[in-house]
């Protein structure tokens, strides 16, 4: 095993970071790294807005459901899908380019564009030592998000990046087991070997819970996203989206 997977296979959120900002040099680094990731046809379509003013950070914690690591971390990073360049350049190069653009095809490959990124961002901040955080809290008020980091049309703040320097680390959370998650050749569509399964996983996790907390929680992971996906979140997403210009045809 090789430092870059040791590095990955450490990986733990991070929610309590010291009061110490990234260097000039940190935070270029975790760009350029975020730059380097795979791009589909080089369309390189996203940007990412660093937060350093503390009033936008502090609203920003707050949208995001009062996570103090929103407002208190080394560096706040956004990442943003943005096919908003790829109208100029339907202007620069006198294309109509609109069909494209609003399509659900290239909203999605903005989304994975955006998300390449940012793990490429995550994965050079850790292998520096700092701690990172993923932000989806951001999406709970879009509309605020866009007026405050005045987005144009175009572009969606899809999740924020919390990086710094940990304080307290927390332990890692025990994944769905290799089994259930790689299929070969083609998707092992098996009920009664999925619930199987899901069963010896909702042991580990109600294991972890308790001795992570002393025996006060022990839920499992099958209530956990029971209880998560029967309680509707950010519904209003279909009409932002195509409010920006995007996912129309």
């Given at each position: 095993?090789?430092?870059?997977?040791?590095?990955?296979?450490?990986?733990?959120?991070?929610r309590k970071f010291e009061d110490k900002p990234l260097t000039k040099e940190q935070i270029e680094a975790i760009v350029t790294s975020a730059q380097a990731a795979s791009t589909s046809s080089f369309i390189q379509a996203y940007s990412i807005i660093g937060v350093t003013d503390k009033e936008?950070?502090?609203?920003?914690?707050?949208?995001?459901?009062?996570?103090?690591?929103?407002?208190?971390?080394?560096?706040f990073f956004v990442f943003c899908a943005d096919l908003y360049r790829h109208t100029l350049i339907g202007d620069l190069e006198g294309r109509d380019v609109e069909p494209s653009i609003e399509s659900t095809e290239k909203?999605?490959?903005?989304?994975?564009?955006?998300?390449?990124?940012?793990?490429?961002?995550?994965?050079?901040a850790e292998s520096m030592g700092l701690g990172i955080c993923y932000i989806g809290g951001i999406r709970n008020q879009l509309d605020?998000?866009?007026?405050?980091?005045?987005?144009?049309?175009?572009?969606i703040p899809l999740f924020g990046l919390a990086v710094g320097y940990p304080e307290k680390i927390s332990g890692q959370k025990p994944r769905l087991p290799f089994k259930h998650v790689?299929?070969?050749?083609?998707?092992?569509?098996?009920?009664?070997?999925?619930?199987?399964?899901?069963?010896?996983?909702n042991e580990i996790i109600q294991k972890y819970y308790e001795e992570r907390t002393g025996g006060k929680r022990k839920d499992t992971w099958t209530e956990q996203m029971g209880t998560m996906l029967e309680k509707q979140s950010r519904m209003y997403m279909k009409e932002f989206v195509e409010g920006q210009k995007l996912k129309l045809r």
């Open positions: 095993m090789n430092q870059v997977i040791e590095t990955i296979l450490n990986h733990r959120s991070v936008k950070k502090k609203r920003l914690s707050e949208i995001a459901g009062q996570q103090s690591y929103v407002e208190h971390n080394g560096h909203f999605m490959v903005a989304l994975v564009d955006a998300s390449l990124a940012a793990q490429n961002a995550a994965l050079a605020e998000v866009v007026n405050l980091l005045k987005t144009p049309k175009r572009v790689y299929h070969e050749n083609t998707y092992e569509e098996k009920e009664q070997t999925y619930l199987e399964e899901l069963k010896e996983y």
